[in-house]
């Protein structure tokens, strides 16, 4: 453990987008380097978990320095077929192999907040649906995941879209 915390990392802000927060204090960016890889907003990464086993998947939404010059990002989560099989089962929806489905619905799952140095690296998703708003790639297996379904983390159930408003609100919140 000693080690891990004599760690150093590579660092740098990226693009500024803003001040925020009750008191204005808090600096918003809309991209930043670390440990050798640039990462903007809407990027898909990995984040490690306490337990050690498969990283966790989510988009970055939001990005910031607190005035503690803590280093901040929101996350809204990604959910492997695993993470949420039975729902899955009592739909009868089969998953491909390497299939996440995007959070969505105003509630616990959705998103949150996670130290920065969390991340333990970037990851390509790419949405195969017919969406305008996500990215379409004939090159599906050249990528880590695909998705093109959402679990709505309120109602407990996959659904094959989901608003623009819901869609958009996060990132362009600051």
């Known amino acids: 453990m000693a080690e891990e915390e004599e760690m150093e990392y590579q660092f740098a802000w990226g693009r500024k987008r803003g001040m925020g927060g009750k008191k204005r204090d808090i600096q918003f960016y809309a991209s ?8 903007a907003l809407n990027d898909a990464v990995c984040l490690q978990t306490e337990t050690g ?29 695993s993470e949420i099989h039975k729902y899955l089962q009592l739909q009868g929806i089969q998953a491909k ?37 996500n990215p379409e790639s004939s090159d599906e297996p050249m990528v880590d995941f695909v998705f093109h379904r959402y679990f ?4 407990l159930k996959v659904v094959d879209q989901i608003d623009d408003k819901t869609a958009e609100s996060e990132v362009k919140n600051d």
């Open 32 to 39: 930043f380097t670390f440990d050798g890889d640039d990462y």
């Open 53 to 81: 086993a498969e990283p966790h998947i989510g988009k970055l939404i939001k990005i910031w320095e607190n005035r503690d010059k803590s280093r901040k990002i929101k996350v809204q989560w990604f959910f492997r077929p």
């Open 97 to 133: 192999d390497n299939e996440l489905f995007l959070a969505c619905g105003d509630g616990k799952g959705f998103a949150n907040v996670n130290p920065l140095e969390a991340i333990v690296g970037k990851c390509s998703v790419v949405c195969i649906s017919k969406d305008t708003e």
């Open 152 to 155: 709505d983390v309120v109602k």
